[in-house]
């Protein structure tokens, strides 16, 4: 993909770094920052995809170059499927990423989800890509996993301390290495999917 200059469009410094730190090897690829100026992207779409279109279609008409965003949900089994698209603001608007893990344990513990079995849950990532010309695209990436009784780990972000991917002796993503996180992640899957759809090894 040579020459290729794209926008991470993610407001979220976290999220924004992730994307950066996954991507940054790939060959020709230069990612932008966000620019100061560009205000928030209201999130009212009600899937994933729609609203990492929304940031990524926003940030590329702000700039006049292609951006990349990303929209990211947890989904808990016991709870139908929530949060969900609803993820980063579980606990109310404004809520921090305690105060979204502390309700998550309380909605379980309300619904009587006692045991691995019952707290089954997947992390679902949707990487986005608008240009100038109006062509998209958009992959998807997801890791299984349970959703721990207490916070475990002191890395991460967002739900990073109670979520514990398959296969991985139920540490969660809060106890892993960056570089062990995104081998497994949904947002590493995603944007490494992303890389390779870019550079035309994907299918």
């Known amino acids: 993909m040579p020459g290729l200059t794209l926008v991470v469009a993610s407001a979220n410094v976290d999220k924004a770094a992730e994307i950066v730190e996954i991507l940054r090897m790939v060959p020709g690829l230069t990612l932008l920052p966000r620019p100061a100026d560009v205000p928030d992207v209201p999130e009212t779409g009600d899937t994933l995809e729609a609203n990492a279109r929304l940031k990524a279609r926003a940030l590329c008409e702000a700039t006049g170059l292609a951006a990349v965003a990303d929209d990211t ?23 921090t990423y305690a105060d979204n893990v502390a309700r998550m344990l309380a909605e379980l513990d309300r619904v009587g989800a006692v045991g691995p079995d019952a707290r089954r849950a997947r992390f679902r990532s949707v990487a986005f890509v608008a240009r100038p010309d109006g062509s998209e695209l958009w992959v998807e990436g ?62």
């Not at 499927?81 to 404004?94: I, K, M, Q």
């Not at 299984?144 to 002191?154: A, H, K, Q, W, Y």
């Open 73 to 95: 949900g947890l989904e808990v089994d016991a709870l139908e499927g929530a949060p969900g698209v609803y993820s980063a603001r579980f606990a109310g608007e404004g809520a």
């Open 142 to 203: 997801e890791v299984l996993g349970t959703i721990t009784p207490e916070v475990r780990g002191t890395g991460g972000f967002g739900y990073d301390p109670i979520f514990a991917p398959d296969g991985y002796d139920g540490r969660t993503f809060a106890q892993m290495s960056a570089a062990e996180k995104h081998g497994v992640s949904h947002r590493g899957r995603a944007f490494r999917l992303l890389a390779d759809r870019l550079s035309g090894t994907g299918s």
